[in-house]
């Protein structure tokens, strides 16, 4: 079936350096995408999203873009803190509002 | 605003027990929450979505007899899982959303550990 999935599992980063995290689509269909953020032992945390009619979106420290030619998602974190350090997933809407996770992409952010 | 608590956040117990978790939005109404398994290392799995008033949706190869849903009110789901043996130790947690094509806001998951 359709899935999402990311290309990198883990990304260590250093700290004050800007981070990107990579998520390849495969359903044209979709409209809505989420980014979430997982600390270890918590819940996913929303960071941001973005619809489909959209190709950029900015929030604090945070962009997300979206390329539909080629399926592909980032997020983008400027100035990375080690308090971003967590798993983030990207999430894909499918219609009757469930959400495909991809796989994860661990990033580490060295001090 | 859009807060979703879970409880408990940890359960041990023996296998054979039934378990029963919560999951509340506390600031808003959810006419749907979704119940989630995570294994370690891996991503969230969809178990089943849980429609206030009516009977859950289950996901392919997730046991309803297993995996009881209920969602008696706008503000609570609860997922029991009955019987429980050592493979069903997992981390669970629970999502809702404020409104249609919005995001899913989510829990701070429990972890089931069935010895």
């Known amino acids: 079936g359709e899935s999402v999935g990311l290309h990198l599992p883990t990304l260590s980063v250093q700290e004050g350096d800007n981070s990107i995290i990579n998520c390849a689509y495969s359903?044209?269909?979709?409209?809505?995408f989420i980014w979430y953020k997982q600390e270890s032992g918590k819940g996913p945390q929303f960071i941001i999203d973005i619809r489909s009619n959209m190709d950029k979106r900015q929030g604090q420290r945070v962009t997300v873009l979206l390329n539909k030619t080629v399926k592909h998602l980032s997020l983008q974190i400027a100035a990375t803190q080690p308090g971003d350090s967590a798993v983030y997933f990207c999430?894909?809407?499918?219609?009757?509002?469930?959400?495909?996770f991809g796989g994860g992409t661990r990033l580490m952010v060295k001090p | 605003g859009a807060v979703v608590s879970q409880h408990p956040s940890r359960v041990i117990c023996k296998s054979g027990t039934s378990v029963k978790i919560e999951c509340r939005s506390l600031d808003f109404q959810a006419t749907t929450m979704f119940w989630y398994r995570q294994f370690p290392k891996q991503s969230l799995m969809l178990m089943a979505t849980s429609n206030e008033g009516s009977k859950a949706t289950y996901e392919q190869g997730v046991e309803k007899d297993k995996f009881l849903i209920n969602h008696a009110s706008l503000t609570l789901s609860t997922l029991t899982v009955t019987s429980a043996h050592p493979e069903d130790s997992s981390f669970y947690i629970c999502?809702?959303?404020?409104?249609?094509?919005?995001?899913?806001?989510f829990g701070d998951g429990t972890r089931l550990s069935i010895l």
């Open positions: 359903n044209s269909a979709s409209d809505y």
């Open positions: 999430a894909e809407n499918n219609a009757g509002n469930m959400l495909t």
């Open positions: 999502s809702a959303k404020t409104g249609s094509n919005q995001p899913q806001h």
